[in-house]
């Protein structure tokens, strides 16, 4: 399976979240990684679905900010690891001097016109320990997605929450996207839709 891990803010593609992921995955999947700005996100969105298309991506991993521009990825299967909802009110304590209109704007649209299929596209995983964002957005999280996980762990994706996604998070994930496909393919082939 073909994997795109997008950072978070201020992140390195090629950090330790990637480089753990990367051991997770061993033989069995093919990990990718991008960079974006944070103070262009709907130029990062149209980078990484450009990616996507032309690497033949078949789930995309973001975490935290890369988390929320993952969020806004309609179409392709996707995990979210402690995902920051809403950057507008989060990345300003972290130094960002950018603007946030246009992150307040990509939440509303995407809280607005999400719908049920992209419910099922996108699963979340949150850490128990999470020192950045704890469960802040877990819940908000749950009313527009239909999967989340607990896990272990902290923000940053270390060795143990790595291998915990790779190898337990990501089959479940797989599994449940391909039956939902699955399912909406059955519902095309009725006569009546």
Known sequence: MKL??????????????YQNLKNACGDDHELHTIDYNPEFPKHAIKDIWAYIKE???????GASLGGFLTMNLYGVSRIVVNPCWDPANELYKLGYAGDNLVYEE???????TLDFEEKYLCSGVFSDKDELLGFTYLEKFQKYFETSWLVSGQHRIDESMANDII??????????????CNQLKEMDNVPWL
Do not use: R
Request: charged share 25%; with cysteine; aromatic share 10%.
């Open 4 to 17: 795109l891990y997008v950072h978070g803010y201020n992140g390195d593609p090629y950090g330790s979240s």
């Open 55 to 61: 690497n033949k991506i078949d789930c995309v991993i």
């Open 106 to 112: 990509l939440l509303d649209g995407m809280t607005e």
């Open 167 to 180: 190898n337990n998070i990501l089959p479940k994930h797989d599994k449940k996207v391909k039956l939902f």
